[in-house]
């Protein structure tokens, strides 16, 4: 085994890299089941009020459609969905291109080294980004965070 293949830099790379890959998955689910159940409902309240159901039924399918466009503005699964994988994609990308010698690293003398910095800024942008966007969903003045 090379010591490249049990370099810190590389192993936090396939971990990264893992765990976008993981979440963005999770993500895309939930988005898209909460989208498929919403659309189900709102099919549903004119076909009730079509065939005359109770009134109750409508209702309790409107409530249900508000509740389920809240849980996703709440935690951003399309958003998320979308950040992670372009995190995913964007680390792999370095991976090749180190693995490749090419681009940034092609006449580096320590390629691993210019790694590391490339994987932990796309991080901490990502990371940066996430931060900003939670702040959109629950925002604060200055006065309540003093």
Same mark, same amino acid.
């Given at each position: 085994? @090379?010591?490249?293949? +049990?370099?810190?830099?590389?192993? &936090?790379?396939?971990?990264?890299?893992?765990?976008?890959? &993981? /979440?963005?998955?999770?993500?895309?689910?939930?988005?898209?089941?909460?989208? $498929?159940?919403?659309? +189900?409902?709102?099919?549903?309240?004119?076909?009730?009020?079509?065939?005359?159901?109770?009134?109750? !039924?409508?209702?309790?399918?409107?409530?249900?459609?508000?509740?389920?466009?809240? $849980?996703?503005?709440?935690?951003?699964?399309?958003?998320?969905?979308?950040?992670? &994988?372009?995190?995913?994609?964007?680390?792999?990308?370095?991976? !090749?291109?180190?693995?490749?010698?090419?681009?940034?690293?092609?006449?580096?003398?320590?390629?691993?080294?210019?790694?590391?910095?490339?994987?932990?800024?796309? $991080? @901490?942008?990502?990371?940066?980004?996430?931060?900003?966007?939670?702040?959109?969903?629950?925002?604060?003045?200055?006065?309540?965070? /003093?």
């Amino acid at each position: 085994m @090379s010591d490249q293949a +049990i370099s810190p830099t590389l192993k &936090r790379l396939e971990d990264q890299i893992d765990w976008y890959d &993981r /979440r963005s998955g999770r993500s895309q689910r939930f988005f898209k089941s909460l989208m $498929i159940a919403e659309m +189900i409902c709102g099919a549903m309240v004119p076909l009730f009020a079509g065939l005359g159901a109770r009134p109750l !039924y409508t209702g309790m399918l409107g409530v249900a459609i508000v509740l389920l466009q809240g $849980i996703q503005q709440l935690n951003q699964y399309q958003h998320n969905w979308i950040t992670y &994988r372009s995190t995913c994609e964007t680390l792999k990308h370095e991976k !090749y291109l180190y693995l490749a010698n090419a681009g940034p690293y092609a006449n580096s003398s320590d390629p691993l080294q210019i790694l590391a910095d490339r994987i932990e800024a796309e $991080i @901490s942008q990502e990371h940066a980004k996430w931060v900003a966007a939670q702040k959109q969903i629950s925002p604060r003045s200055t006065k309540d965070e /003093r």
